[in-house]
């Protein structure tokens, strides 16, 4: 059962756990005790929690809602309970390369039903669902699984509403109003509803719970920065991590930044780093002897792959490791992850709206952070 934290600010007032466990069939401390299982039915029961969901909406007057903190099994984790579909489950949703779910995506209520039927489903894709009343006018959604025509998403005048999955079938929905019809549609669906304080799984709440990094924007500083620490051969490499769990690695001199600014995707977050080494051998060879690590590799191509996994999985496979052009060993615990520097990308109005927060730098001195580097800033100059 999922915690009760107090009603971060600027959470919808009115939250409502939604379940299909009767709360007579709890003990004392909350634990349901009940017959029902934890996962989704495929069926009827599931049926009721997305009709319930739509009734909360319509009554709010909720047409629209936007993706927040996506996550996909695209990488090597998999947050659901049942096994791992390709794509997390969002195929039907959104084309085979998730174009279009990303932070701040703003979709169909429709299409937020079957991102909730996903989510039920536990077989990898999250997000949070919410309004986002000061977002500018979007581009225009065309996702398979919305069958009306093309449109332009306008500026949101939604009121605050958000829809969060959790784990074993809990969802949480927030309204800026009480909705009685809508909470007498749920019990009349077979489900309970319960108010609460707040939704455990708001950002704010999550935020305070010591989560490490900043939220620095990739705004003109940024780029000047990135185009002088390439030309003064300190960086090379740009990752965007356009869905939690998921990266792609861009190389940048040449004359490509503005190229690949211009098709990165919207709020991801940003990493710079240097070079990959071309003594691929050192770079197996150095591999630590336990834990995780991420091994980051380009092919004779150009195209640059990370992985991660054992280093003894990847040591047995070393033949095959060996033939990439070069490649580079990164940490992935936090505090041992360090990129040149960091940001997240602001919306097309400057505003940096994204929640995400950026990997850590080393201060300068103290390591090869290029976070204030004169020589790099002088030379994008």
């Known amino acids: 059962m999922d915690s009760l934290p107090r009603r971060p600010r600027d959470a919808p007032p009115h939250v409502y756990r939604i379940t299909k466990y009767d709360p007579a069939d709890r003990d004392e401390r909350g634990v349901y005790t009940g017959p029902e299982e934890a996962v989704s039915d495929h069926g009827p029961v599931e049926a009721a929690y997305l009709e319930a969901i739509a009734a909360f909406a319509e009554e709010s007057g909720v047409r629209h809602l936007s993706i927040r903190e996506p996550q996909a099994p695209l990488g090597f984790t998999h947050f659901g309970l049942e096994p791992a579909l390709e794509g997390g489950g969002l195929a039907g949703i959104f084309p085979p390369d998730l174009t279009g779910f990303h932070d701040g995506a703003r979709v169909p209520a429709a299409v937020g039903l079957e991102l909730v039927r996903a989510m039920l489903r536990d077989s990898g894709a999250w997000c949070r669902l919410e309004t986002e009343p000061d977002t500018f006018t979007g581009p225009a959604f065309t996702g398979p699984a919305f069958t009306g025509p093309a449109f332009t998403v ?29 909470v007498a549609r749920t019990r009349e669906l077979g489900l309970h509803p319960e108010p609460l304080d707040a939704s455990p799984y708001e950002a704010e709440a999550e935020a305070g719970s010591g989560e490490p990094g900043e939220q620095r924007p990739a705004d003109d500083d940024f780029w000047a920065r990135l185009r002088g620490c390439v030309a003064a051969g300190r960086a090379a490499l740009l990752e965007e991590t356009y869905i939690d769990n998921a990266s792609r690695w861009h190389r940048l001199d040449g004359g490509a930044i503005e190229a690949v600014r211009a098709r990165l995707t919207p709020r991801a977050r940003l990493a710079v780093w240097p070079d990959l080494s071309t003594d691929v051998a050192a770079v197996l060879a150095a591999l630590p002897e336990d834990g995780l690590v991420e091994f980051v590799r380009e092919d004779h191509g150009g195209r640059i792959t990370s992985e991660v996994d054992d280093p003894q999985e990847f040591r047995a496979r070393t033949a095959e490791l060996s033939g990439a052009r070069a490649a580079a060993v990164l940490s992935v615990y936090t505090g041992e992850r360090s990129p040149l520097f960091a940001a997240v990308l602001p919306d097309a109005d400057g505003v940096l709206r994204a929640r995400w927060r950026t990997e850590p730098a080393p201060p300068t ?11 790099c800033a002088g030379s994008g100059s």
Do not use: I, K, M, R
Request: with cysteine; aromatic share 10%; proline share 12%.
């Open 154 to 182: 306008p500026s949101s005048t939604e009121p605050a509403f958000a829809v969060h999955v959790g784990w074993d079938q809990y969802v949480y929905v927030g309204s800026e109003g009480p909705c009685p019809a809508a």
């Open 365 to 375: 001195g103290t390591g090869p952070s290029c976070a204030s580097c004169a020589s």
